[in-house]
């Protein structure tokens, strides 16, 4: 019963927050997302600190895939092995996908680094549903929320080309994991089921959007690097924690 009442509880917010985005008004992109602070072009390359930045993620994002595909791999981890290598899978295009928007930033681009985004936070969500819940749960939940993830991001983009541009359903997406996150962990004692790494993920991802909102001061401030780029040093941390939490799990 006490089980049941923890599901309902995590399964009525995010219904709640799923209708509530209908009565929010439609959320436009801001024309000058695409402005950053270091626009520097180092040897020919537009923006290179803002591209090189995302490094990190290819890196990590190669190393949890080949750690997931391992066959020296703990029981535990073997339950939720899928949802983990779709979000290193997500890490790695991350790198790629963003590095190739800052090589060229507008609307088209930013689909190709919105959308792996959209779906690392998905399958670190079922991940720790696989953890923390049911590996079942997890698996069963991972196919259906990575098609919502990828569609959220294409349905902000055809919106911006009908000229009615809608982020709200990409918000929900992204940002709706980090607020269930806290929630099972608390529900479900995530320190004893492996995942106390997530609240370290949670923090540095916390300072990561901090960072991007300082883009231009930061930038003014240490001249070499801006805002945005800290953003993903600290966004590829926070992968780097998922990585080598991981690995503390394999056999």
Known sequence: MISQQKSQIIVGIALISSIAMFFVERIRQDSAYHLFADNRAIDGIPNLVNVMSNLPFVVVGLLGIRLCLT??????????????????????????????????????????????????????????????????????????????????????????????GDLRPYILIQFLPMLLLPLILWLYDGNRHGCAFVWSVLGVYVLARIAESLDAEIYRYLRFISGHSIKHLLAGLSTWIVYTALKKRTA
């Not at 800052?102 to 549903?129: E, G």
């Not at 049911?134 to 902000?156: E, M, Q, T």
């Open 71 to 164: 066959a020296n791999i703990s029981a535990s981890l073997q339950k939720s092995r899928r949802p983990y290598l779709v979000f290193f899978l997500g890490v790695m295009l991350t790198g790629f996908g963003s590095g190739y928007y800052h090589l060229l930033p507008d609307n088209f681009t930013l689909l190709w680094d919105r959308m792996p985004l959209a779906v690392l936070s998905i399958a670190l969500f079922c991940a720790v549903v696989s953890d923390c819940i049911h590996p079942k749960i997890g698996n069963r939940l991972l196919l259906p929320l990575i098609v919502l993830a990828i569609s959220s991001a294409s349905y902000w983009y055809y919106s911006e080309l009908m000229g009615a």
